[in-house]
């Protein structure tokens, strides 16, 4: 019969982490010898990795981080955080409430997007890129529909943080610490979007994040995941700021400012 105490250590056995008394080791590694040694997403990347990035790696995966930190009130997340504050939420419920939002239509496009490359680097075997490209479209859009994740914006006819990225990615690729073919990949969507619908659909932040990512060799899941991890950042001002403008039950517009009534309109008066 199993030792029942070696079944109860078992049960939450990991590799991310070794805690005794007197002892933390993320990764094997003792905690004091990371402190003030490190930076945050090189953190990150060990937790995820378990392994050091190198500084180039490390300064990627900052940028991406920086790029997606906030996007104004106008994002539902934020909004979301906002008036949840004004419901009397303390601030870990209101990050709680914008982060449950973050799902596939807004907060999963990264995902979605490095998936998308991750398919077109699979297809491209015995094709050219824009065949394989074409091919990969053919199945997102029979598959999920004609909304393309990672391209167009609703506000920025050229998305200045997906430029910025890229730039980053080339100079990392002519430096040798990625080889640049996700980053091929998106330009090649691009291309082929505008080929496609006659018109410009630029790469936005999450196409261009998409690419880093896949550059560093993360999974499309953790693409999500990571934009999580900056967009809370954002989420977390907004919430402290509301919560020290004293306003109570903030709704999604001002009152003064009525909505739309579409039911059917029973003339006044007692019911009979």
């Not at 982490?17 to 004091?32: F, K, N």
């Not at 378990?50 to 940028?63: K, W």
């Not at 998308?116 to 075997?125: E, G, K, M, S």
């Not at 403008?245 to 007692?270: A, N």
């Amino acid at each position: 019969m199993a030792d029942p105490m070696q079944q109860a250590s078992d049960w939450w056995s990991t590799a991310i982490i070794d805690i005794r008394p007197g002892v933390i080791r993320p990764r094997g590694r003792p905690i004091q010898d990371l402190i003030g040694h490190i930076s945050f997403p090189q953190m990150i990347w060990l937790m995820l990795r378990g392994e050091l990035p190198d500084a180039a790696q490390a300064g990627l995966l900052e940028a991406a981080l920086v790029a997606s930190v906030d996007h104004g009130p106008q994002a539902p997340s934020i909004a979301i955080a906002r008036m949840a504050v004004t419901c009397g939420q303390g601030l870990n419920g209101a990050m709680a409430s914008a982060i449950n939002v973050l799902d596939d239509v807004h907060g999963g496009a990264g995902e979605q997007c490095l998936a998308l490359y991750r398919r077109v680097l699979q297809l491209q075997h015995g094709r050219t890129l824009e065949a394989a490209v074409d091919a990969a479209l053919d199945e997102q859009i029979r598959q999920h529909g004609r909304i393309v994740p990672g391209f167009g914006h609703r506000f920025h006819p050229v998305d200045p943080r997906a430029v910025r990225l890229l730039a980053l990615i080339d100079a990392a690729q002519a430096a040798g610490t990625v080889t640049g073919e996700h980053a091929a990949v998106a330009r090649a969507v691009e291309a082929a979007l505008q080929r496609r619908t006659g018109k410009a659909l630029p790469m936005n932040i999450d196409g261009a994040t998409a690419a880093l990512f896949g550059e560093l060799g993360f999974e499309p899941a953790l693409a999500r995941g990571l934009f999580i991890l900056s967009r809370s950042v954002g989420i977390l001002a907004h919430a402290w700021e509301e919560s020290t403008q004293g306003r109570r039950i903030k709704g999604p517009m001002p009152p003064s400012i009525p909505y739309t009534y579409t039911g059917p309109r029973e003339p006044d008066g007692p019911t009979k």
